[in-house]
Structures are given as C-alpha cells and as structure tokens.
C-alpha cells in the first residue's frame, strides 16, 4: 500500500500529539519534532526516523497494528498490518498519567529500542538483542536503581523474591514463554519515574489482553523483529 506525499515538517504545528518526552521518553525538542497522521493515529517522529509502528484502538482491548515505510520523499508504505493486536485490560491513558499496576496501555509515541525473546541472537534482526535466560526479570521494583531495567536476579540490586502480589514485584520473563518468544522494547518511562511503570513492550499475543503493553500476533512479530532497522530510528504509536 503506496500512501500519498505527506509533507511531515509542516505537520509538527498542525497537530497536537502526546510525546515520548511528555511521558518519561528522550526526545527531540519540541520544536524540531514532525508529526505525521498513519491509520488515524498520531506519530512524533524523531529525527531520522523512517519506520514506524502503529497501533490503533478498535475496540475493547483489541487493535490494529501496522509497520510503515517513511521514504525521503515524504511517501509513505505500509509494509505489515495485523488486525488482532491487543492492549490492556485497563484500556488506554496518557502517557505522563498512567501508573504501575493499572493495566493500561500507555498512548504516544515511544522509540524502538531493542529485543529479547527465547531464540539464539541468530534468528533476530539488526536491533540489539537478548536470549532469555534462567532468573532474567524485567524489574518492577520502584525502591531500585533498576526500575524498568532488565537484569539478572544473581546481579542482585531488586527484590526479586517478591510475590506477585506486592506492588514492587518484578516480572520473571521465563514465566511468559508464549508472549516473550518474541519481544520488542518500547522507550515508554526510559527515565524511570517511579510508579509510573515499567516494561511495556510489543510482544506476542497471549490468550486475551495485556497487562499495559501492546502485542500482535506471532507471525507480525516474528516479520517485525527481522525488519526493524536501527538506522532508520523505529517508533511506535499507540492512539485510540
């Protein structure tokens, strides 16, 4: 699917859009920021930025997600598209107001950083990459320096003896082998604001919704992981 030419920087006034620094993320200043509108969502691209993922509330917990091809020119291709993707129970909030523990899905644009999942590094694409692995947790606990940070439990630095039960308990990643087979980290909270939340991800599909990250079906993120490109500075958009 070829789109029309859409001039990009002239959109960065036009649009009023949350941003990946409104919520915790690194991003451009405001003024260098351009905006661009792909299947009703609203994206702040960064700079560089030439593939983008989108996420569209359709109902529920359900969504639609594309991955899209920003030429220089200013066309645009849509490359993938799922229409079973899921959100959180808790449904959709902004960014800077979402908290840990909610299920909800963080709106607004964050940048793709990196990947784990079960598969040798030799499956994966050009994002940085790591095997899951015994005692591997995706931490949770707001008291460490550590917060919304992988690490090891033998690294020490959180408690990950915690129950589920506790609000600082950490998210041992071998327990979800369906939805971490594959999965791509999202800049949402880079900056660890307490409470805010942690590991929200673009992950395979489980059984139902998300306890707050975004997901798609295995065949869509299996294609994703191998596409994404580092150089073309990846981001996603998760919009109603």
């Known amino acids: 699917m070829r789109l029309a030419l859409i001039p990009l920087v002239l959109l960065t006034t036009l649009l009023a859009v949350p941003t990946a620094h409104a919520a915790g993320s690194s991003a451009q ?12 969502v609203d994206v ?19 969504a639609r997600v594309s ?14 598209r799922a229409a079973d993707g899921r959100t959180g129970y808790g449904g ?19 940048r793709l950083t990196s990947v784990f999942g079960t598969h040798p590094r030799g499956d994966a694409g050009a994002l940085p990459y790591r095997r899951i692995r015994r005692g591997d947790f995706w931490v949770e606990d707001n008291g460490s320096d550590f917060y919304n940070r992988y690490r ?30 594959w999965s791509i980290v999202t800049g949402f909270n880079h900056r660890q604001v307490r409470h805010r939340g942690a590991g929200i991800f673009l992950h395979v599909n489980g059984s139902g919704a998300t306890a707050g990250c975004a997901s798609a079906p295995r065949w869509f993120i299996r294609a994703l992981v191998r596409r994404l490109d580092p150089d073309l500075a990846p981001v996603i958009g998760i919009g109603r």
């Open 29 to 40: 200043p405001r003024s260098e920021r351009a905006h661009v509108r792909l299947d009703g």
């Open 44 to 62: 702040v691209l960064r700079k560089h930025t030439r593939q983008v993922v989108t996420v569209k509330h359709t109902r529920g917990w359900h």
């Open 67 to 80: 991955l899209w091809r920003i030429r220089h020119d200013g066309s645009v291709d849509r490359i993938l």
């Open 92 to 110: 959709l909030v902004r960014g800077p107001r979402r908290h840990q523990g909610t299920g909800t899905t963080p709106l607004g644009t964050y």
């Open 152 to 181: 090891n439990q033998r690294q020490g630095g959180f408690r990950w003896w915690l129950p589920s039960s506790d609000d600082n308990s950490s998210e041992r990643l071998t327990d979800y082998p369906t939805q971490y087979e």
